[in-house]
């Protein structure tokens, strides 16, 4: 019995990090996790690794086969290692404790993963702005902010992110599902930022003001956009013409200009609009709403843009004036047709 407690016994130490092994050749092994050194190479694709066995693991993935099942559910697996930690998702054992805070993990690695929430390591590092980041994953959807690479791509209409929750969220403008509601008004909304943008509708809470003029804004997003109407900043560029805007959602729509996208239709008549608040604006010549009404008159109009046109009706209001003799017009319109008389 004595033997076997000897034979079991962690003698072996690695200089680096002090980690125990029970034979040296495990030390030899682990410390090509910290010079880098990977002597094994597999024949068919070249990937390198640190040990026999891990060449032997990965040519499973070129062979497919997998020759470890679980017993409970038949699942297969390429390695014994792997089947004893899936194991695990029966048995709801978690060995590898925290010591700072006491979660559990089924995973040693998971467990030296979080560790770094509580030692502030940040081992990854971008070679091209020097952030840093506690998970590799991080530093790998941290690059495509520099590569621009997008590998998830919606099968409806073809659009791609560089998240794929990103993607997730926006499945949902075609499956029309709108997951968050409110009880305030019952409306739903597909997205969670939207939803809580909406409640300060309610609310009339804006806590974000303008140094310059006053103006407040519900969002910071929204006053970093209007903080750009003083500063005159328009970072967007479109890379066909030049032009340039100060909202990325502007450069977007601009963009349909160029390749003729015209995404929004009409499921009555058919037409297409580049805009979806253009199709909102259509529709109405089908159903007939005017929710937009003169407080002078009652009239009533289906634009906005219409109604304010229409005020100047009561004000008086002349914006348009000719260069010439200074002639003021309530219409643009007549504006164009009086300059021809100078002409």
Same mark, same amino acid.
């Given at each position: ?6 034979? $079991? ?54 062979? $497919? ?124 909304? @597909? ?39 003083? @500063? $005159? ?23 349909? @200009? ?26 109405? @010549? ?58």
């Amino acid at each position: 019995m004595n033997i076997k407690l000897n034979a $079991g016994k962690k003698r072996y130490f690695c200089e680096v990090c002090g980690s125990s092994f029970t034979n040296k050749q495990g030390v030899i092994i682990h410390m090509r996790t910290h010079t880098g050194e990977k002597p094994y190479s597999c024949e068919i694709c070249g990937s390198s690794f640190t040990s026999k066995s891990g060449v032997f693991i990965h040519m499973q993935t070129h062979t $497919g086969e997998k020759p470890y099942s679980c017993e409970v559910c038949g699942s297969s697996f390429r390695s014994k290692q792997r089947v004893i930690i899936h194991m695990r998702t029966h048995t709801g054992e978690r060995p590898y404790s925290c010591e700072v805070c006491g979660l559990s993990f089924t995973q040693k690695q998971h467990m030296l993963q979080h560790m770094r929430t509580h030692t502030g390591e940040k081992r990854y590092t971008c070679e091209i702005c020097s952030s840093s980041f506690t998970y590799k994953r991080s530093l790998v959807s941290h690059m495509r902010t520099h590569t621009g690479e997008k590998p998830y791509s919606c099968e409806v209409c073809g659009r791609s992110f560089k998240y794929n929750p990103s993607l997730v969220i926006h499945m949902q403008s075609h499956t029309g599902k709108k997951p968050y509601s409110r009880e305030v008004c019952s409306r739903s909304f @597909t997205y969670k930022h939207t939803m809580f943008k909406h409640m300060q509708t309610h609310t009339k809470e804006k806590p974000y003001p303008c140094e310059v003029c006053g103006l407040s804004f519900t969002s910071n997003c929204d006053l970093v956009i209007h903080m750009r109407t003083h @500063t $005159g900043e328009k970072p967007y560029s479109c890379k066909v013409c030049g032009s340039s805007f100060s909202r990325k959602y502007d450069l977007g729509i601009h963009m349909r @200009t160029h390749t003729g996208e015209k995404p929004y239709s009409c499921e009555i008549c058919g037409s297409s609009f580049t805009r979806k608040p253009d199709l909102v604006i259509h529709m109405r @010549t089908h159903t007939g709403e005017k929710p937009y009404s003169c407080e002078v008159c009652g009239s009533s109009f289906a634009r906005k843009s219409t109604l304010v046109i229409h005020m100047r009706n009561h004000t008086g209001d002349k914006p348009y004036s000719c260069e010439v003799c200074g002639s003021s017009f309530t219409y643009k319109r007549n504006m164009f047709q009086h300059m021809q008389t100078h002409t």
